[in-house]
């Protein structure tokens, strides 16, 4: 396939590719859980993973997730891809990917606008970059090279920042823009990524969203924030993903909905993982939003 064709295929609106997931709230998968989801069915839209928590063989993971996906739509997200980087796509890596989503065969695939390798280490971390056209050519070719690999568009992620390069020549919704526009990709807003991003650069979180072509929004995230302070004693907020949305974002995803509809929506919480019914709970608040927003709409 060629890669542009993804571009291609609708210049103008949403491809319905971006949107394969049910428009409900969905979790992500982890292990602590998978007795408690196969023995209570939960109502839930969907569940995510990390795709490299899967890139092995076989064992109790694949066991697991192979009972688990008979009954619910699945959503693979990739932290290991490094779109960004200047040394180009792991193609090993890439190429154990695919065979991971040939075998489930997932509703959507996401990756991250961000770097995690250099010098053949890997970094545990999603590092910034420049927004520059250089950085846009680079992440579009990579972009191009993976849509046409795994035959299938993905979304790309908005990343939280705490840093800004003072390189940049374009704004960070700008450089998303551009990027989709070429790539024909999609969007997967964080809308707590938004949040914590603006507010660390002090920037309206509003005007973000609606600089972003949220026509192209394929997936929603949700997570916790964790308070810091930077070395001037300023509010720092970090992306912490180890407790329950804060009031600010849930404000901030009806402000999306209402200029989106409902879009599926997934409840992020990796650290100080909780009990399941209370992942079920927070699932549970976003479908009544995306209620109100279909009662709205």
Sequence with gaps: MNPSSFAEANPAGVPPSFRCLPAGAGVGLKP????????????????????????????????????????????????GLSIGSEEGIDEVHLDRLAGLLLRYQPESFSEHLAWSTHGGAFFNDLLPLPYTQETLDRVCAHIDLIQDRLQRRMLLENPSTYVEFAQSSLSEPEFISAVLKRTGCGLLLDVNNAFVSCTNHHRDPHAYLDALPLSRVGEIHLAGFFEDSDADGALLLIDAHGSAVASAVWDLYAYVLARTGPVATLIEWDNDIPAFGRLVEEAGRADACLAAAVAVA
Excluded: C, K, M, Q
């Design 32 to 79: 602590e859980h998978y007795a408690a989801v196969l023995a209570t069915r939960p109502r839930l839209a969907f569940f995510e993973i990390h795709a490299e928590n899967y890139l092995g063989a076989g064992g109790p993971p694949h066991r697991y997730l192979s009972r688990i996906r008979e009954d619910y739509p699945l959503s693979v997200h990739g932290v």
